[in-house]
C-alpha cells in the first residue's frame, strides 16, 4: 500500500530535522573539532584591572552573601573593582550594599526598574575595569573563578568568556537531576564549539567580556546572555567557554519553576532572531553555521516532533505503524515523567523523555507567549512565581 506523498514528506523532513538538531550537529561539531581545534592563549599570570558587576532588583536575601563571596576571590584587590547594579529596589538592597562601601563595594542605584539589559547598558559603561565580569546576585563563585575567567583575555583574539555554573542538591528539589542531563549535554556542545571557534551564548550567571567591546542591547532584550556575547562575534572576537571557572547554584525548587525560566530563556532566543536577522548570515556572523544549528534549530524543534507525529498518523504502511507506537509510547513515558515530577521523584527510565518534553514543550510556550505580548522583559524571583501563583 502506497502512503500519500505529504505525510511522507511530513514525516521525514520533520525527523530528519529532529535528529540533527538533537544529534547530527554534535556529532559533526565533534568531528570538526577532532581535525583542527583553535588554540586558547589562557596566562594566569595576566591579571589586567577588573570590574565584577552584580545586577540586582530586591535582593536583600542574598547580597550580603553575594559580596562577601566576591570579598573572597583570589585575585589581586587592587586590580579589582566590586559594583552592584542596582535596578530599582524598593527594599534593603541599596542600605545592604552602602554597609561594604568601606570594603570596596561600589553602589550603582538606578531609580526606576527598567530591566536587566537598561541596566547592564547604563551600568556598564560606569565600570573602571578593562574586563567586566557579569553575575547575577544569587550564584555563589568559587574563590579561583574570576582569575580563571580573565586569564583566557591575555590571547587578543578572545572578547567574551562564560563560565561553568554547577548546581548543588537542594533539600526542596528532588527533580534538578533530570535538568542536568540537559545542562550537561549544552556545556559539552560549548566545549566543542569553543575548541572550534566560538560559543553561540553565554550563561547570565558568570561570563566576561571586554568592555571596549560591550555594545549597548535593546533596551526590551530579554536574552543578555545571547545578544552580548553575539555583539562580540560579530566584531570578530572569540567568546569561549571555561569550565575551570565554577559558579554554584540550585535547581529550580518546583517543575513550574524551572519550566518558567525555561520559556524565559527560549522567548530570549525568539526575540533575538526578530531584532538581529543579521546573525543568520554568513556575511556577518562567521559563526551563522553554529547559531543557526545550535539556537535556531531547537528553537523549530517543538514544530518538527509535531509535523512528524501528524505525517506518521497519515501513514498506514507497517514500519510506520510500529514508528507511531514508539512516538506515541515516548510522550506517554514523558507525560508520566512530568506527573512524577510534581510529586518528587522522577525514575531514571522517565528522565529522558521528560526533560525533552519539558524543554520543547517551554519553546512552543515561549513563541506563544511572546506572540501575544505576554512575556515581558523583566525578570522574576522563585519566591514571586511561587506567590503569583498560590
Not at 128 to 148: C, K, N, W, Y
Request: hydrophobic letters at 45%; a positive charge; glycine letters at 6%.
Amino acid at each position: 500500500m502506497v502512503d500519500g506523498i505529504l505525510p511522507l514528506a511530513m514525516f521525514w523532513v520533520a525527523l530528519c530535522f529532529v535528529l540533527y538538531t538533537y544529534a547530527g550537529y554534535p556529532a559533526l561539531l565533534y568531528l570538526l573539532t577532532r581535525m583542527r581545534k583553535a588554540p586558547i592563549g589562557k596566562d594566569a599570570s595576566y591579571v589586567p584591572f577588573v570590574s565584577f558587576l552584580i545586577v540586582a532588583h530586591n535582593e536583600e536575601k542574598v547580597i550580603a552573601r553575594k559580596l562577601q563571596n566576591c570579598l573572597a576571590f583570589d585575585y589581586p584587590a587592587d586590580r579589582l573593582q566590586i559594583n552592584v547594579a542596582s535596578d530599582g529596589s524598593t527594599d534593603d538592597t541599596n542600605e545592604i550594599v552602602r554597609g561594604f562601601r568601606e570594603r570596596g563595594a561600589v553602589l550603582l542605584a538606578f531609580p526606576k526598574r527598567m530591566g536587566k539589559a537598561h541596566t547592564l547598558n547604563q551600568a556598564i559603561p560606569l565600570c573602571q575595569g578593562d574586563i567586566v565580569v557579569l553575575s547575577d546576585a544569587r550564584q555563589m563563585f568559587a574563590p579561583t573563578a574570576v582569575r580563571e575567567l580573565v586569564a583566557n583575555f591575555a590571547d587578543g583574539t578572545i572578547g567574551a568568556v562564560t563560565g561553568d555554573l554547577q548546581f548543588e542538591p537542594s533539600p526542596q528539589n528532588k527533580n534538578g537531576e533530570q535538568i542536568g542531563i540537559y545542562w550537561r549535554y549544552e556545556k559539552w556542545i560549548r566545549t566543542l564549539q569553543s575548541h572550534r571557534d566560538s560559543t553561540t551564548v553565554v550563561t547570565g550567571a558568570i561570563y566576561a567580556v571586554r568592555k571596549a567591546l560591550f555594545r549597548s542591547i535593546p533596551r526590551t532584550c530579554i536574552a543578555d546572555d545571547l545578544s552580548v556575547p553575539m555583539n562580540v562575534v560579530m566584531q570578530n572576537y572569540r567568546v569561549i567557554f571555561d569550565p575551570s571557572a565554577k559558579a554554584y547554584d540550585r535547581y529550580s525548587r518546583t517543575l513550574q519553576e524551572e519550566f518558567q525560566r525555561r520559556v524565559r530563556t527560549i522567548a530570549g532566543s525568539y526575540q533575538y532572531l526578530v531584532q538581529t536577522p543579521k546573525v543568520l548570515s554568513p556575511k556577518t556572523n562567521r559563526i551563522w553555521f553554529d547559531f543557526l544549528s545550535h539556537k535556531a534549530c531547537r528553537i523549530v524543534a517543538p514544530f518538527a516532533l509535531c509535523a512528524m507525529l501528524a505525517g506518521n498518523m497519515g501513514l498506514q504502511a507497517l514500519p510506520y505503524r510500529i514508528v507511531l507506537a514508539l512516538q506515541l509510547a515516548f510522550y506517554a513515558a514523558a507525560g508520566m515523567g512530568a506527573i512524577l515530577a510534581g510529586k518528587g521523584r522522577v525514575p531514571r527510565a522517565l528522565s529522558a523523555p521528560y526533560t525533552f518534553l519539558m524543554l520543547n514543550l517551554a519553546a512552543a510556550v515561549a513563541l506563544f507567549r511572546l506572540l501575544a505580548g505576554n512575556q515581558t522583559n523583566l525578570w522574576e524571583k522563585a519566591e514571586n512565581l511561587r506567590e503569583a501563583s498560590g
